[in-house]
């Protein structure tokens, strides 16, 4: 039985000749996918987004009328029943920011069903809300869905008979929660654009298209601030090997980017694409001489609650952190009270090029730094980039989605601590933590720990060969951190010499 599971923008819902062409592609794929579900966001336009209006209804400001003038007009030229009562009901019920914050899934996808049903394709609304529950503190799928079209809502879930919501973009979540549990053969993500592009296409004109991703390069590259996906939207379906595919339903998915495991195009495209996010401060440190400086760097800003995105250590210690991060005055006191030496730049844009194929991480970053310096800009932090010195040896871990655990380079740290391993330089990227050492210091021993301590995807050691330097294994992300109002620039310039 071939099952497939579709999470639809809310761009796809939210204009009539979008929702047409979703209909189109569901009929399509109807006659050939014997069960079939789309995990559909609240409905959203390029002027009107439902949930931010119901997040500012909910701080007090009156978007009621707005919210009901934008399903009303599309729902009624769709033919369909607008139930204005049963919105403003949800609406006005809402007592925490998530039940009003759900009200937009909670309406659309019974319409979505509605519209397929009236247009022919016979089709079933589910509630995510009795499909999708805690369990064991995990969001499951604990319901049946049966075979034929199933609407379902995404980014809601039910927790001790409480309405809950996933994050920003956690339709995808949704959607992947939902892939993992029914085994399906594919996952989509129905967005405008009908592929993934090199870069973002506001940015760079020309940007190309992107044929085939790995799960670590999608992942590296939103969270680095692609737009096409949430890097928490994908965990599931790469642990259980179920193709991803990024595409337009106006298309018929018929261009969509594949995601897998491994891709076969690595020599004529070692790289994926250049991704940008701003919002950050970066803070250079310069380290005191104590055996374990690092670990009560990394111990104090998971005490304090912070996660930190960006780390490399070559000489002094560099750490970028988003400014959404919960930073107070005290966290900054306590390191520059560990360091010799402290400073902090705000307003910080952190550029990535991604891609499974690149040049050594060490070399290639020092390459980016000086297209950048050429083109007039300041030399940029340069993150990811690690070689190793002599007699030195780097224990490299691997897990999809370890940046959304608080802690958890402290935690890894901690192990060598406890085994008086001392570590000498750091590398991060979304999925994966370079920790250096002496080489004589034989890190294999604390491998057994982390392997059952953190059950990662993947954990080796690399060490230099007879004193001759060397670099990590593969080189997947490289990142950039430069001023805001020079990232757009930089992407230009990295597409420009990259693609």
Request: glycine share 8%; charged share 20%; with cysteine.
């Amino acid at each position: 039985m071939v099952t497939k599971v579709y999470k639809v923008g809310g761009d796809s819902t939210g204009v009539y000749e979008n929702i047409q062409a979703l209909g189109e592609f569901a009929r399509s794929e109807a006659t050939s996918v014997q069960k079939l579900v789309f995990v559909v966001s609240a409905q959203a336009s390029e002027n009107f987004r439902t949930t931010e209006a119901l997040r500012k209804q909910f701080r007090g400001e009156n978007n009621l009328d707005g919210i009901i003038k934008q399903h009303k007009g599309l729902v009624e030229r769709c033919g369909i029943y607008f139930n204005q009562a049963q919105l403003k009901k949800f609406v006005l019920e809402a007592e925490t920011l998530e039940e009003m914050e759900s009200v937009g899934e909670r309406i659309n996808a019974p319409f979505v069903a509605g519209y397929f049903n009236s247009v022919g394709i016979p089709t079933q609304y589910k509630s995510a809300l009795d499909l999708l529950q805690t369990k064991n503190g995990e969001v499951e799928l604990v319901g049946n869905i049966p075979e034929g079209v199933t609407i379902i809502e995404g980014f809601i879930y039910s927790s001790k008979g409480k309405i809950k919501t996933f994050p920003t973009g956690g339709s995808e979540v949704s959607g992947d929660i939902i892939a993992a549990g029914l085994n399906a053969d594919i996952y989509g993500v129905i967005k405008n654009n009908p592929w993934f592009c090199t870069a973002d296409p506001k940015i760079v004109n020309g940007a190309l298209q992107v044929e085939y991703l790995t799960f670590r390069e999608l992942a590296e590259l939103a969270y680095a601030g692609a737009r096409a996906m949430n890097e928490q939207g994908m965990i599931r379906c790469a642990r259980n090997n179920i193709p991803i595919l990024i595409g337009s339903a106006t298309d018929f998915m018929e261009h969509a980017t594949s995601v897998k495991w491994e891709r076969t195009n690595l020599t004529e495209r070692p790289y994926a694409g250049i991704a940008s996010k701003g919002g950050f401060i970066v803070y250079d440190l310069k380290p005191s001489e104590r055996f374990d400086y690092l670990r009560n760097i990394f111990s104090t800003f998971a005490e304090e609650g912070v996660s930190v995105d960006m780390v490399t250590t070559n000489g002094d210690v560099s750490i970028a952190v988003h400014k959404s991060e919960p930073i107070t005055e005290g966290l900054e006191l306590k390191l520059q009270a560990l360091s010799k030496g402290f400073s902090k730049k705000e307003n910080i844009s952190l550029v990535s090029v991604v891609g499974e194929n690149m040049p050594p991480a060490s070399g290639f970053g020092e390459r980016l730094v000086e297209l950048i310096y050429s083109s007039g800009f300041e030399r940029p932090h340069v993150y990811g980039a690690m070689a190793l010195p002599k007699e030195m040896s780097v224990l490299e871990i691997e897990q999809l989605g370890m940046n959304s655990i608080k802690g958890y380079l402290a935690k890894i740290l901690l192990k060598f601590s406890e085994f008086r391993i001392p570590v000498t330089g750091i590398l991060t990227t979304v999925g994966s933590i370079g920790i250096q050492c002496p080489a004589n210091y034989h890190v294999a021993q604390i491998l057994r720990d982390i392997k059952t301590q953190f059950k990662p995807d993947l954990i080796s050691v690399i060490e230099t060969n007879r004193g001759i330097p060397a670099s990590p294994k593969r080189t997947t992300n490289v990142t950039l951190a430069v001023p805001e109002q020079e990232c757009n620039q930089v992407v230009r310039i990295l597409h420009r010499n990259l693609f």
